[in-house]
């Protein structure tokens, strides 16, 4: 038999295709597609353009996109990496001196930059303390920049001169905003900054001598990438490159959040549109059975005859995946410019990878759905041009389901790029899927008594469901992921944002301050209860570091680039207390009152920390404390918010465990908007106790918040819009049948009125089911996330049981909008042509 090439196939399917461009399945299914490619690009550009402003505004807290830091120089092949890349490069070098005036001395932290820096943010100073601030460049040689509270320890003005090791500098603006400075609470001395170029002068920086050197990187994210994958395997032991994530917990904990609510958004819209395009494709398979039969009998073969469908579909798929892409891109272009004056004024393009992505998400959800049911088109016997109740022997149940699992796997995995968190809602959604649709099948089953005594219009509703009660659950499970989708994307919106929002409250404290002295701690205390309306306890902290494990170097026991690594390379501080503190909550062990007397004393450990260096409840611990070995058992692990700004701690001890040693204490306070001239008093009245500023990241993270509430708001339209397409290709998916029935029980006398009570009913209790099922699997998923995504903690939603209500009112309307050709169309053109 002669087979028709390649090239005659694809012109037939393009010809078939335009012919049946009005059918309603094909505009379903075309539609479908449209709002899945045109959700996951839009969300995709939105969410990676939002993340790159976010991440562009959180690198200020870094002065740059990328930072390496280490205790010695730079070596010269590190930096003519990023040279010959063409990053853009700062340079600065942080070390502690004595600065000394004519009133007297005073240690400082200095700071030498060079004319480039900062690479991200703005340098902010003032003519005089507490003055007007500006933005401009750095000091220039033989100039010096300090903080209000130096002038304000040392007696200094503006013009005065200060001596920094053996070079002299003059004394010409005050210091007010370091972009790098935000994420560096333990600072514990004022700060001043120099040109670099005067640094050799000072002599201060010698072989040995404690200093910190800073190499900062820009440019776009490829060409980081490529530097940070040529420098990186070569890093010393006391070097690290950090981007804005790892700069800064509290920041990199609130993009993570945002990131992972995106791409879970995303996921529900563009399942929901998967959803859709299988109920779409199903009637395109059906409504070519006999043009099948026709072609076989014609000399189609069987493998032919599946190609030439395939193709069809593949032609729909690519328009409307290219349309979608463009679709998704102008919503996401006209919604940054409807919001440019609440968004930031620096937005990064996000190239095509969104609209490629959102492609590929497309043509992968009409290949995993749409494979079952095309795949019987090859099999429509030829015999059906004679007998039209012939059908296609169906396919394996493992190519149908396995098809439609593999590809919602597949993008799954892509949104949320996490196995676990994919492989948990996967098999969760399917066990979910397979308990409740197990119930409502025996719940519509159980309905056939209540037939005898009802009125017509619920008999001919009900009889609609029980005819095919298969059917009706699926179509219920159908119509409950919808509503489960916009359930769960409406609860994690409201909560998560409730949630951040409520980790910086409008008092959140702004203000950290350290090294108070034991003498001065409890008029310390009193003077701040003054100002303050609810500041923290005072934590005394002393520096030790951690040197062994069970009597194991810790240097031996650690993995690098881990937490545990980079906690055991410097000095942590240490505390104890009685109570355990109010945002800690323990994990494993007791607490001091529990815990049986021991021969060590305990030590509560932070649980990630300890998951790091993999630390058990009894291990032995030893720490270099003063030039002292202290060892201590460890007693409890420890959840610790490091998002609350307030003085949290790695290692927690039993009370007056190291009150034999040299202390100093720890706190943070709110202070109200406009109140520096009691910053002034109480830094005047405790002249030893540094007091440092965090209002620059609480507004940072208050600024990211609101975009990402933009974002939600955004998302929460396409979800939408996903689920009124699954809705109508499900009403699509029956309509022929219910065309047919309709005319019938016209012809039979049936009046319209009770056709559309009987459709009312039908839908009404349609919706219901699915709005019940909604509200419980929204419940089981939303635990789920919030325990294994979010690190939430989750409680039962009540507002949840108005879904039912919901579903009847939502199915129900758009059930008789879907429809109402049934109910319109002629009967006797009806039975004409069955």
């Not at 420098?231 to 790892?246: M, S």
């Not at 019940?772 to 089981?780: D, F, I, P, R």
């Not at 989750?794 to 049934?822: D, E, M």
């Amino acid at each position: 038999m002669r087979r028709l090439p390649f090239a005659r196939l694809l012109t037939m399917a393009a010809r078939q295709l335009w012919r049946d461009a009005h059918s309603g399945e094909l505009r379903v299914l075309f539609f479908s597609l449209l709002v899945a490619v045109a959700a996951s690009s839009a969300i995709g550009y939105f969410s990676a353009r939002l993340n790159g402003a976010m991440l562009l505004r959180a690198t200020e807290f870094l002065g740059a996109d990328l930072l390496l830091s280490g205790s010695s120089p730079a070596r010269a092949e590190q930096l003519d990496s990023g040279l010959q890349l063409g990053l853009k490069h700062a340079r600065a070098v942080e070390f502690s001196s004595v600065i000394a005036a004519d009133n007297g001395i005073q240690l400082s932290s200095v700071k030498a930059v060079d004319p480039a820096y900062p690479l991200r943010g703005e340098l902010k100073s003032a003519a005089q303390p507490y003055g007007e601030e500006t933005t401009g460049s750095g000091p220039k040689s033989g100039e010096a920049w300090a903080e209000a509270r130096l002038f304000a320890t040392l007696g200094l003005k503006p013009g005065d001169s200060i001596d920094v090791g053996q070079k002299t500098l003059q004394l010409t603006r005050v210091l007010t905003y370091e972009p790098d400075r935000a994420g560096d609470f333990y600072s514990l001395t004022p700060r001043v900054l120099i040109s670099l170029d005067d640094l050799d002068a000072t002599g201060v920086v010698q072989p040995g001598s404690r200093v910190r050197y800073r190499e900062l990187w820009s440019g776009p994210n490829d060409i980081l990438s490529r530097y940070r994958a040529a420098v990186e395997p070569g890093l010393e032991a006391n070097q690290r490159l950090e981007d804005a994530r790892q700069g800064n917990r509290q920041i990199g904990g609130a993009l993570g959040r945002a990131e992972r609510y995106l791409n879970l958004a995303s996921l529900a819209a563009v399942l929901l549109a998967g959803v859709a395009v299988a109920l779409s494709a199903a009637r395109f398979a059906a409504r070519r059975y006999d043009a099948s039969a026709l072609m076989r009998c014609l000399g189609l073969s069987r493998r032919e005859a599946l190609l030439l469908f395939g193709l069809q579909l593949a032609l729909l798929g690519l328009l409307a995946s290219a349309l979608g892409a463009l679709l998704g891109w102008l919503a996401q272009a006209v919604l940054f410019k409807l919001l440019g004056g609440l968004l930031p004024a620096v937005i990064p393009s996000a190239g095509v990878v969104p609209a490629l992505a959102g492609i590929a998400t497309g043509l992968l959800a009409l290949a995993g759905f749409a494979l079952p049911p095309l795949a019987a088109l090859g099999r429509v016997p030829p015999l059906r041009v004679l007998r039209r109740d012939l059908l296609p022997l169906p396919p394996s149940a493992w190519l149908i389901y396995g098809a439609a699992l593999l590809a919602l796997g597949l993008i799954m995995w892509r949104l949320s790029l996490n196995l676990k968190l994919t492989l948990g809602l996967l098999g969760g959604g399917l066990i979910a899927a397979l308990l409740l649709g197990g119930l409502l099948l025996a719940g519509l089953t159980g309905l056939r008594r209540l037939l005898a005594s009802a009125s017509l219009p619920w008999r001919l509703g009900l009889g609609q469901l029980l005819r095919h009660p298969l059917a009706a659950a699926g179509q219920s499970l159908a119509f409950g992921l919808i509503l489960l989708a916009m359930a769960l994307i409406a609860l994690l919106r409201g909560e998560l944002l409730d949630t951040w929002q409520n980790q910086l409250p409008e008092n959140a404290p702004n203000h950290f301050a350290l090294n108070v002295l034991p003498a001065e701690k409890d008029a310390f205390a009193s003077r701040l209860a003054s100002l303050s309306p609810h500041p923290a306890p005072l934590y005394p902290v002393v520096p030790g570091r951690l040197t062994a494990i069970n009597g194991q170097p810790v240097r031996q026991l650690v993995s690098k680039d881990s937490q545990g690594e980079r906690a055991v390379q410097r000095d942590l501080s240490l505390t104890w207390a009685a109570q355990l503190p109010s945002d800690n909550r323990l994990v494993a062990g007791h607490w001091w009152s529990d815990v049986p007397n021991a021969d060590l004393p305990g030590v509560s450990v932070e649980s990630k920390l300890a998951e790091s260096l993999n630390l058990k409840l009894n291990d032995r611990l030893s720490f270099s404390v003063g030039g002292l070995q202290r060892d201590a058992q460890v007693t409890s692990l420890r959840e610790v918010d490091w998002d609350n700004f307030q003085p949290n701690f790695y290692m927690i001890f039993a009370p007056d465990t190291l009150a034999d040693l040299p202390v100093t204490y720890l706190t943070s306070f709110y202070l109200p908007p406009r109140h520096d001239r009691e910053l002034v008093e109480l830094s005047r009245a405790f002249p030893a106790v540094t007091l440092l500023q965090v209002e620059a990241i609480l507004a940072q993270l208050r600024s990211i918040l609101a975009q990402v509430t933009l974002a939600v708001e955004f998302v929460l339209l396409f979800v939408l819009a996903a689920g009124l397409a699954v809705l109508f290709a499900g009403l699509q998916s029956t309509l022929d049948e219910r065309i047919r029935q309709g005319a019938l029980l016209r012809a039979l006398g049936a009046e319209r009125q009770i056709l559309l009570k009987a459709r009312r009913a039908e839908f009404a209790l349609l919706g219901a089911c699915s709005g019940l099922l909604a509200a419980l699997g929204c419940e089981l998923v939303s635990a789920l996330l919030y325990r294994y995504a979010f690190d939430l903690h989750w409680q039962p939603h009540p507002w949840l049981l108005l879904l039912p209500l919901v579903g009847a009112l939502l199915v129900g309307s758009a059930g008789l909008i879907g429809t109402r050709r049934a109910l319109n169309a002629s009967p006797l053109t009806v039975l004409r042509e069955a």
